[in-house]
């Protein structure tokens, strides 16, 4: 310890622990990523894909997007390779927006025979992470919404949202659906589009395997707090999954963790300490321009620093900063991590 500053033995101390954090990646972005101007990395295989996520260092999991990652003949496949990799599976993210049949809607469509496709995917969804020993699935419907006034009958689609996720949750109890709210992007407006309405939705379905993903990049799009979105989904018992990037808060950039609202992210880590989380912290970047492994891991290097930061702080020290409501005092203690 001798000529060295305790803060920083404190931040590396943190990082040697984070590996009680379990950690996961998605799948998908060691495969294609594009928008609408180009391609910036080519399609993998599932072996290519498995092989680039397992250079990432202390992570424990992935993230996975059915049938997109794999398709049902592959899962004996895919099962093989999480255990070569000794890696699980942190959630199942159900392909409600890929598929152009999804244009108009999944759960909310129009067409009676769409939403039951919507349905049975899911529950189909719901089967496969019981096959790969994972406890719930991830429903980001971003293709059920509007885009222009008088397109869509709000009480109708709501009604259909509510009762068709109550079907699938009731058809695998012991699987958790989490909800992933987003403001816009496909649609202009779509349905889910906050912490507030994907909660009311949650408890309008009222089944205790029906919570949230709060996802800290759609949180910042929409003008939430994520801190305080994340309160409140915990003070209702409905969060139920982590997806963790960042961006600039006028759209979904889905960039380095901590690249642009570092404060933010260190109350976050605060408070995720505070509600005593044990959940997964999984990375939902799209480096489109960057090397995908370089960049998730330099997510992960952000997180366990701003973990570290938070412990260097002190909970008990932050708790009553908090209590205090002094921002001058709040700022000059904040200032200290720089010290």
């Keep these: 310890m001798e000529g060295k500053s305790p803060g920083i033995f404190l931040v590396k101390k943190r990082r040697k622990m984070m590996d009680k954090e379990k950690v996961a990646v998605g799948l998908w972005l060691f495969g294609k990523l594009s928008d609408r101007f180009m391609v910036y990395h080519g399609s993998r295989t599932l072996e290519e894909k498995m092989k680039e996520a397992s250079k990432l260092k202390q992570i424990q999991g992935l993230e996975v997007m059915y049938p997109v990652d794999f398709k049902d003949e592959e899962i004996d496949k895919f099962k093989g390779l999480l255990e070569s990799y000794n890696l699980k599976v942190a959630s199942v993210i159900v392909d409600h927006f890929c598929d152009p049949k999804w244009m ?14 919507a349905i049975q995917l899911t529950k189909r969804a719901m089967d496969v992470s019981k096959q790969l020993e994972c406890p719930r699935i991830n429903l980001w419907l971003g293709q059920d919404g509007y ?3 008088f397109q869509t009958d709000y009480k109708v689609s709501w009604d259909w949202l509510i009762e068709g996720i109550k079907t699938c949750a009731e058809y695998q109890p012991e699987v958790k659906v989490a909800v992933e709210y987003k403001i816009k992007e496909p649609r202009t407006h779509i349905f889910i589009a906050t ?17 949230v993903t709060l996802d800290i990049g759609h949180a910042l799009f929409c003008g939430e707090n994520p801190s305080e979105s994340l309160i409140l989904l915990d003070r209702w018992g409905k969060l139920f999954h982590l997806h963790l990037n960042d961006n600039y ?3 979904d950039h889905d960039m380095i963790v901590g690249s ?16 005593k989380y044990e959940g997964w912290y999984s990375l939902d970047v799209y480096p489109y321009r960057e090397n995908v492994v370089d960049a998730c891991q330099q997510s992960i290097e952000n997180m366990r620093t701003l973990m570290g930061l ?9 708790t009553t900063l908090v209590q205090e409501r002094d921002a001058a005092k709040t700022a000059e203690v904040l200032r200290g991590i720089f010290k």
């Design 195 to 211: 912490v507030g309405k994907a909660l009311l939705l949650a408890n309008a379905v009222n089944l205790k395997n029906v919570g």
């Design 104 to 117: 108009h809607g999944s759960f909310t469509s129009s067409d009676r025979k769409i939403r039951e496709d």
């Design 310 to 318: 938070v412990d260097k702080l002190g909970v008990e020290r932050l």
């Design 147 to 149: 885009d222009y006034l």
């Design 249 to 251: 808060r006028e759209w």
């Design 260 to 275: 642009v609202n570092l404060w933010d992210y260190l109350e976050l880590f605060f408070w995720l300490k505070k509600i």
